[in-house]
T-cell receptor, first 117, second 112 residues
């Protein structure tokens, strides 16, 4: 158990819908990262927040957005869902702001499996 | 960010030592080498991280030669439960945005 929690574990929805995935980082961690893992793309970095501020964006679609709240939990919002958005969504957390080294070791949650029908 | 190259797959038997080598020719001075393990439908699990020479923890050792252009993850006496995908990553320090770039990984199959 990494200490990172994600809800829900599974989500099944229809095309065109909007969903929200939630992540609670390990106690004391200030950074939250979101990743998408699909069969054809592997693990892809989406976005990074540190202490409420966006730090970096990766291959995140405009239909997707995220935020980190004052209590440091984060939500990933996916809208106008398409079949291709079906994937595992992981969040990870670390203590530091992402500068490398032990303070930025990322610990991953169990993931949310999103199925778009 | 330095690109990593590692074997797509490896087979081993229970009780053997497994060494997975990763090459990262373009590694920069501030980069760290990090290994993750992933089981199907689970999040990647941090195994070990190093900068140079040798690092050992309760599950693995990481050997990094002086030129740092490669690294070797060593798993002592593997068991069936070590069957997983192993990812070698180069994490840029000093100004890094924090994103991890995952490649294909090495699928390790441990046989009885």
């Amino acid at each position: 158990d990494s200490g990172v929690t994600q809800t829900p574990k599974h989500l099944i929805t229809a095309t065109g819908q909007r969903v929200t995935l939630r992540c609670s980082p390990r106690s004391g961690d200030l950074s939250v990262y979101w990743y998408q893992q699909s069969l054809d793309q592997g693990l892809q970095f989406l976005i990074h927040y540190y202490n409420g501020e966006e730090r970096a964006k990766g291959n995140i679609l405009e239909r997707f957005s995220a935020q980190q709240f004052p209590d440091l939990h984060s939500e990933l919002n996916l809208s106008s869902l398409e079949l291709g958005d079906s994937a595992l969504y992981f969040c990870a957390s670390s203590v530091g702001p992402g500068r490398g080294g032990d303070a930025d070791t990322q610990y991953f949650g169990p993931g949310t499996r999103l199925t778009v029908l | 960010l330095a690109k990593t190259t590692q074997p797509i797959s490896m087979d081993s038997y229970e009780g053997q030592e497994v060494n997975i080598t990763c090459s990262h020719n373009n590694i920069a001075t501030n980069d760290y080498i990090t290994w993750y393990q992933q089981f199907p439908s689970q999040g990647p699990r941090f195994i070990i991280q190093g900068y140079k020479t040798k690092v050992t923890n309760e599950v693995a050792s990481l050997f990094i030669p002086a030129d740092r252009k490669s690294s070797t993850l060593s798993l002592p006496r593997v068991s069936l439960s070590d069957t997983a995908v192993y990812y070698c990553l180069v994490v840029h320090g000093s100004g890094n945005t924090g994103k991890l770039i995952f490649g294909q990984g090495t699928t390790l199959q441990v046989k009885p």
